[in-house]
């Protein structure tokens, strides 16, 4: 489609659908008509793309995971179409801002940070790069909470997403599948002397599939997301005739991560997980059984893989299906399931770990839970002899009256990754050492990765204009062509056209904050960013005790030599997260001292952007001069802000952990701020059992001055989050290492500090971050996925008619 047929096409289609002309049109009334024009030309390549892959019985994989954060599609859906310029263009013609239309789309946030993200990013590389694969989870009714800040603390509120409705997705009635829960069940033989299970009791819900297309850039491949909503089967209306028992059933795909603090939440949340699992596993077979296939060949066309532990009932429900429906025995499922599965752990912390209560189990999915105790038996029993006991107890799935589910993902899979190699190194080291002594071959690393388009080309169109003018437009397609740019590292022009970009961006983000805070920011400050999700383990705190210092450094010395500098924070804390909650209460309050004490001026601001989301970090990160990624070592498995923003120029202060080291491979020692504990240090804490923040804050009169801010009413109005705080570094000896690292982490802020006082120096510091940054595009990590775990190849050529082939 050229401009002017676009523009014929979207007039129509308004007067069509809105029965109106552009002068009358809402903004939402426009960006509808946009996006109902754009599906229906996608829908035609997601129609041929899914006959393609039938028809040539492509091997596809399917990622389950109980989080997406697409963020909003609008723009990116245009850039992957190729329309992005030629709608631009033409909307300006009739008098319309892309921008203003962009505004009006919800951020579709059904997840709640990196893991939900990198599962987005994956879709938008899988399509991208022309290989099979489909993303599968749940419609929550209602997104992540929007953060509010009432007197500075947090409070949520419903995110009703979908209250305009959704103008990507296609609720799929045909393709529902139908989920049990509940009730009780007990073997018997069928006629054929077959075991088959009898249910009684429970309830039968209906799963009915919302599907969206996830365009891949410019190849005419339109893979899908399913997400499953729950429906009350017409068949069963009259056994739901109040408005609670409605609710209910309502309730399963109402919210995501329901608060897991109650009994009831958490029974919530299995219910959730298997009715995601169930339906997708389900609508898989019904798939699979249309290319008429032996079932005994699955295993060479379907992949399905367990995001985080989640999604883990698959194994079980895999085997479920096999045996009970396919009449398989139960060795050949077990065969098949483990060549299908597999599994990426994202986290060494113990609480993400998921453990389930067997009778919590037993009541919810009952088949599964009796799978899962086979699974374990035979477990033992194949192990026993071989390996100790010892190490037999503590591998095996069902313990101490709880299902362990990344010992299931592990045991029922071919295949667990991390997803940094630090982290995947600790996985075979400390975290699941056991299950590697079992299958050392089971386990690998997949280094995470981000999807280059949106954290490039969508979020910094000022960037990508100078690397287009200084090394071509190919980087656009072939990130690590960046690297293109080193040639230009003594090159004044450029240099100064890349500070000049990030000024830019940073006048915008100034614009925002001043919009939305109330406060003025100087844009030639040093922009600092800390985004992520506030964890005690990530030290949001480390860097407020920083900021303490600074404060108190000016207090003392108003003239002391500082390059000015902003510290912005983005950060939703989890509603029952109470000593997050501290924190941001804690930050905020600091924020307002230091924002408003006219002694500071312009040297120091602090400022705690509300309601952090995929477009807020749009805005954010292309504005950054300094990324903080300033977890524990050992703590944050991989962290994919510390990409973006290196991506878009930004200079990391950070810890030898996750992604961080790979980063400090790349860019070398020189680019980046290194400070902090190694993870080898941390464990020999742990070891000796001899870390004592008590003897830190003692001997260091710096500590202790910046400590006791928490605590003296130097930060108004704090007293009981303050006392909270000081006693979790103090009284239970700082988990986290904030006290033993500080010093540390202060030295490298001044060099921080030092290095941007050169601003050719800083300049090329951030080139040199921009050009080693291709590496991390998420197109390469989900091609290592497709080689080594899925087996997965790229799809044959085709073209559609608007002339786009792949090849
Ligand atoms: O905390 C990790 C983060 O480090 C990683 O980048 C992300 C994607 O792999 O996953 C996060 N983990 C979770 O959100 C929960 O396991």
């Keep these: 489609m050229n401009k002017t047929e676009f523009k ?14 552009v002068a009358d049109a809402s903004p939402n009334e426009l960006y509808q008509t946009l996006g109902s024009l754009m599906t229906s030309t996608y829908s035609q390549d997601w129609q041929q793309t899914w006959t393609d892959y039938r028809e040539a019985e492509q091997k596809q994989v399917y990622y389950f995971s109980i989080e997406f954060l697409p963020g909003k599609l609008l723009k990116s859906n245009l850039l992957n179409m190729g329309w992005l310029d030629m709608v631009t263009e033409g909307l300006a013609e009739l008098g319309i801002n892309l921008d203003d239309l962009a505004e009006v789309e919800p951020d579709m946030a059904l997840g709640n ?14 399509a991208s790069m022309g ?10 009714e209602y997104g992540l909470f929007k953060q509010h800040f009432v007197d500075n603390y947090q409070v949520e509120l419903p995110d009703k997403w979908l209250q305009k409705g959704n103008l990507w997705e296609i609720r799929k009635e045909s393709k529902a599948v139908d989920v049990r829960l509940g009730g009780k069940v007990f073997m018997s033989d069928n006629d054929s002397g077959n075991l088959i299970p009898n249910y009684q009791g429970g309830v039968v819900l209906r ?20 997400l499953w909503s729950v429906e009350i089967p017409p068949e069963e209306e009259e056994n739901y005739r109040s408005i609670e028992d409605r609710r209910t059933v309502e309730d399963l795909t109402s919210v995501l991560y329901p608060d897991d603090t109650s009994e009831d939440g958490r029974k919530l949340r299995l219910s959730q997980e298997y009715f995601f699992v169930s339906a997708g596993v389900q609508s898989i077979l019904r798939y699979y059984k249309q290319l008429n296939r032996s079932i005994d060949t699955i295993n060479r066309f379907i992949a399905i893989h367990i995001n985080d532990t989640h999604p883990a009932m698959c194994v079980a429900e895999f085997m479920r299906l096999l045996v009970d429906d396919e009449q398989l025995s139960w060795e050949r499922a077990w065969n098949l399931t483990k060549e299908v599965m597999s599994y990426t752990n994202h986290t060494i912390m113990a609480e993400a770990l998921e453990k389930w209560p067997i009778s919590m189990m037993g009541s919810v999915c009952p088949r599964i839970y009796q799978i899962i105790e086979e699974i374990d038996r035979r477990f033992v029993e194949e192990m026993t002899g071989v390996h100790d006991f010892d190490l037999i107890q503590r591998t095996r799935i069902i313990q101490d009256g709880q299902v362990h589910m990344a010992h299931l993902a592990i045991i029922g899979s071919h295949s667990t990754n991390g997803v940094a190699k630090l982290h995947s190194d600790l996985l075979k080291s400390v975290v699941l050492h056991d299950f590697y002594l079992l299958y050392p071959t089971r386990f690998n690393n997949k280094t995470n990765g981000i999807a280059m388009r949106r954290w490039s080309q969508l ?15 190919l980087w656009r397609e072939q990130p690590n062509d960046l690297r293109l740019l080193l040639n230009y590292v003594e090159d004044d022009r450029v240099l100064a056209a890349l500070a000049e970009a990030k000024l830019e961006n940073k006048k915008h983000l100034s614009t925002y904050i001043h919009e939305h805070c109330g406060i003025k920011v100087n844009p030639q400050a040093i922009f600092d960013v800390q985004i992520k999700r506030l964890h005690a383990y990530k030290r949001q705190l480390l860097n407020l005790l920083h900021i303490m210092k600074l404060y108190l450094d000016l207090k003392e010395n108003p003239d002391l030599p500082m390059e000015p500098r902003v510290f912005i924070f983005g950060a939703k804390a989890a509603p029952s997260y109470h000593y997050a909650k501290s924190i941001i209460k804690v930050i905020n309050e600091a924020a307002n001292l230091i924002n408003h004490d006219p002694m500071i001026k312009d040297k120091l601001k602090v400022i705690f952007l509300e309601n952090y989301n995929v477009s807020l970090a749009e805005r954010i990160i292309p504005a950054a001069d300094v990324s903080e990624q300033i977890s524990l070592a050992s703590k944050e498995a991989s962290g994919t802000s510390n990409m973006k923003l290196m991506l878009n120029g930004a200079v990391t202060i950070a810890t030898l952990d996750g992604a961080n080291i790979e980063i400090r491979d790349a860019v070398g020692e020189e680019n980046i701020a290194i400070f902090g504990l190694t993870e080898t240090e941390v464990y020999q804490y742990y070891e000796n059992k001899n870390y004592s923040s008590l003897s830190i804050y003692q001997d260091s009169p710096i500590v202790q001055r910046v400590v006791k801010t928490l605590i003296d009413g130097t930060i108004p109005n704090i007293v009981a989050e303050g006392y909270e705080i000081f006693d979790s570094l103090i009284k239970y000896n700082d988990e986290f290492f904030v ?3 500080f010093e540390d982490y202060c030295l490298a802020q001044e060099s921080v500090n030092k290095a941007y006082q050169n601003k050719r ?4 510091i951030s080139l040199r971050n921009i050009a080693h940054a291709g590496r991390f595009s998420s197109d390469d990590t989900v091609q290592r996925y497709a080689e080594d775990i899925w087996q997965i190849e790229p799809v044959f050529a085709h073209k559609n008619d608007r002339g786009v082939e792949h090849d």
């Design 739 to 741: 006290l033993r690292d």
């Design 207 to 226: 799963a009915v599939p919302y599907d969206t297309g996830m365009v891949g850039y410019q190849n005419a491949i339109v893979n899908t997301m399913r």
């Design 761 to 764: 120096h800083w300049s090329q």
């Design 459 to 473: 979020a910094n169109p000022a960037l990508s204009n100078v690397l287009d003018k200084t090394i071509g437009h």
């Design 113 to 126: 940070g990196g893991l939900g993200r990198l599962a987005s990013c994956f879709m938008d590389s899988i």
């Design 131 to 140: 290989l099979p694969g489909n993303g599968n989870g749940i419609r929550y």
């Design 8 to 21: 014929q096409s979207f007039s129509q289609r308004l007067a069509e659908k809105f029965a109106m002309g």
